[in-house]
């Protein structure tokens, strides 16, 4: 019998070769329409300690909004919760670059910070320019920023053991037209891949919009009227990996004033994906990290 993945790939779309795509020959072009704008990025991240094995986790926010523009970084497993925050726009926190030493859960957490020279694009998030670091119990564990290397070799020895680090989702909330992009890197392993989502209307107009999602400049998937197929998911192949594509967009037809449409790539695991596996492989799949990519998306009218 075969795996569910085989029989999955004969419909699936494959975006890692042209010829593999349902939709080769009907390229994405970037349209000439400015794209929506993220005001909030949220990141979860899962630290594995190599000294106890001890799992945490944290949770990376930077948001910007027309008075404020800060980062907030959260420890454990309640996400709601603020360890370190910094508002990079108030007198109190002018202050960009530095270091604060808290104690949550047991443990002893350090955060290095700099974003003196940090650049930004159109989103809340840094570009380059910056770096911050998270430092549990004497391990270097999250490592943000272009400028982290340079820190990490000026502030610790070669010796001091380095935590694993895994990105188990991203959260995007984001304003203005129906046009989002984006970037996301399906697996640790995995290269980082450009995503545009967009709805418009073709052949008969308004009513009848389409939904179009890119991956690096292809396009993948093509929802047609939209208007009645407002919720909905697809399956395709990224870098060998079966990822399921959701989307939601009811309230944009049907609640205009104050909804939102969500969409969400989210990995399937291996123990989905397959029918039959030996114990070994099993506990190998569950080693696997799952990562989902969620964009709630405001349309302003």
């Not at 494959?14 to 349209?31: E, L, R």
């Not at 910094?86 to 007198?91: A, F, V």
């Not at 392993?189 to 999602?213: Q, R």
Request: proline share 3%; hydrophobic share 35%.
């Amino acid at each position: 019998m075969r795996d569910i993945v085989s029989c999955f790939s004969e419909n699936a779309v494959n975006v890692s070769h042209s010829s593999c795509s349902s939709y080769s020959n009907n390229a994405c072009i970037s349209p000439s329409s400015i794209p929506s704008v993220q005001f909030s990025v949220t990141s979860l991240y899962k630290i594995i300690l190599s000294s106890t094995q001890k799992h945490v986790l944290i949770t990376v926010t930077w948001c910007r909004n027309h008075s404020a523009q800060g980062l907030s970084i959260g420890y454990g497993d309640d996400p709601t919760t603020a360890t370190f925050k910094l508002n990079t726009n108030t007198r109190l926190f002018r202050k960009k670059k530095g270091t604060k030493l808290i104690e949550s859960d047991n443990s002893k957490i350090e955060f290095f910070w700099d974003l003196s020279n940090a650049k930004y694009d159109t989103g809340p998030e840094p570009v380059d320019g910056f770096y911050v670091l998270v430092i549990v119990d004497s391990e270097i564990g999250l490592v943000l920023g272009d400028m982290a290397e340079e820190a990490v070799g000026k502030k610790f020895k070669t010796s001091t053991p380095v935590a694993k680090v895994s990105l188990i989702s991203r959260r995007e909330h984001c304003s203005g037209n129906t046009l989002y992009t984006t970037k996301a890197q399906f697996c640790d392993t995995g290269n980082s891949h450009d995503i545009m989502i967009k709805c418009s209307a073709e052949n008969e107009g308004f009513k009848s919009p389409v939904l179009s999602v890119c991956i690096d400049k292809k396009t993948v998937i093509r929802v047609k009227r939209l208007q009645w197929n407002f919720r909905g998911n697809q399956t395709i192949f990224v870098d060998g990996l079966l990822v399921d594509f959701l989307w939601d967009v009811h309230d944009w037809f049907f609640n205009p004033s104050s909804g939102y449409a969500v969409f969400m790539f989210r990995n399937r695991s291996g123990l989905d994906s397959r029918l039959w596996l030996e114990e070994k492989l099993v506990q190998k799949e569950r080693d696997k990290v799952e990562f989902s990519l969620l964009i709630y998306a405001c349309k302003r009218t």
